[in-house]
């Protein structure tokens, strides 16, 4: 039995080495999206929609690690959670990747459209935010700390700021005739992807936070509609315990 738990753990390093493994091609994906978004490469950009194919293999990988751990090892309790973790986290990452795909796509569709500092320079930030949100939560998995996990849903409060900043920006320059429509809706969506990876990187925090301590956010509200059934809780009281 010692021996074949020693060998269990060691197929959950595995996996958790994989999962940083994909982690760093996704967000070397940030970057490099808007690197070529920003100099209008069209060759880069046709470039990384060809690499996403190493993330896609990469995340089937270790979606199969997992099944054939929890078919032949049947872990429980904290076992049980890091597995169904790293499900979770490779469908997370994944879509990500698939963001900055959209972003390089994006480009092609915009080649040569003027873009104002200001645009330029909101596009910048917004990639470094969600990189930054990206590794976070990385790093958050990997040292298993739920407090940081916790944390990036309030660190997320800058990339969403400047997601508003840039829309404005996209609506002022259009109103300016320094920008097309049909650029400007492409721009918006570019947007809505880094906002998005963002929005992942909050995500996989609360998988983290699920993995070290079995609790998730939504089982609060969960707790409260099973409090209302139960006739504990007015209808018309929405509050977090």
């Keep these: 039995m010692a021996e074949q738990r020693k060998t269990f753990h ?13 982690a760093a091609l996704v967000s070397e994906f940030i970057p490099r999206g808007t690197e ?27 979606e199969e690690q997992c099944y054939h ?18 499900v979770w986290l490779t469908g997370e990452l994944e879509r990500s990747g698939d963001l900055m795909v959209n972003v390089a796509k994006a480009a092609r569709r915009i080649y040569g459209a003027n873009l104002d500092p200001r645009l330029r320079g909101l596009i910048e930030r917004m990639s470094e935010e969600a990189a930054r949100l ?22 997320d409060d800058t990339l969403d700021q400047l997601h ?24 918006a969506l570019i947007g809505r992807y880094y906002e998005r990876i963002g929005d992942h990187a909050v995500n996989i925090g609360q998988r983290v936070q699920y993995m070290v301590t079995g609790w998730l956010p939504e089982q609060t ?18 509050s977090s315990p």
Excluded: W
Excluded at 10 to 17: A, G, P, S, T, V
Excluded at 36 to 48: F, K, P, Q, T, V
């Design 36 to 62: 070529l978004l920003l100099a209008n490469d069209m060759r880069g950009a046709l470039s990384l929609i060809e690499a996403d194919d190493e993330i896609d293999a990469l995340t089937l990988r270790i």
């Design 69 to 86: 751990v929890l078919a032949l090892q049947q872990p429980m309790a904290s076992d049980l959670r890091s597995i169904v973790t790293a």
């Design 164 to 187: 508003r900043d840039y829309i404005e920006a996209i609506f002022e320059s259009h109103a300016d005739h320094h920008l097309g429509l049909q650029p400007a809706v492409q721009l």
């Design 134 to 155: 990206m590794k976070l939560a990385i790093d958050a998995y990997v040292e298993r700390n739920a407090s940081l996990g916790a944390a990036l849903d309030d660190i």
């Design 10 to 22: 060691q197929e959950l390093d595995e996996i958790r080495d994989e999962i940083v493994q994909l």
């Design 221 to 238: 509200g969960a707790a409260r509609l099973r409090a209302r059934a139960d006739g504990e809780v007015d209808e018309g009281d929405t």
